[in-house]
């Protein structure tokens, strides 16, 4: 079984910043991307960004690119969502999501179904 920790949530005020992390640990998986998804209350899921575990490339939703960047450490299957100059629309539960499938196009990346382990979720509020 694979488990997602994620840690770095909290409050913060609007224009500040925030780090979250996301620690994989368990036994015989593999990571092809990891994900960061974000749920606000009464909406769906959706897609904040994706990091490709060979090579580091990232793919990031339009309502974050230029605020949010997405790192790893992968000798520690670590995920890291630097999040800079924060809205109060960014408020909302943060999931990390792990992906052992083998992709082609980092886009196609932003849809939940295709993701295999979550994270617990951490609270990111943003006061106005």
């Known amino acids: 079984q694979v488990q997602l920790v994620e840690s770095g949530g909290g409050l913060v005020q609007a224009g500040g910043s925030l780090r979250l992390s996301c620690a994989a640990s368990?036994?015989?998986?593999?990571?092809?991307?990891m994900g960061w998804f974000r749920q606000a209350p009464g909406k769906e899921r959706e897609f904040v960004g994706v990091?490709?575990?060979?090579?580091?490339?990232?793919y990031y939703a339009d309502s974050v690119k230029g605020r949010f960047t997405i790192s790893s450490d992968n000798a520690k299957n670590t995920v890291y969502l630097q999040m800079n100059s924060l809205k109060p629309e960014d408020t909302a539960v943060y999931y990390c999501a792990l992906d052992q499938n083998y992709f082609t196009d980092l886009k196609r990346l932003g849809g939940t179904g295709r993701y295999d382990f979550w994270g617990q979720g951490t609270q990111v509020t943003v006061s106005s």
């Open positions: 368990g036994q015989r998986f593999r990571i092809t991307a």
């Open positions: 990091i490709s575990w060979n090579g580091g490339a990232t």
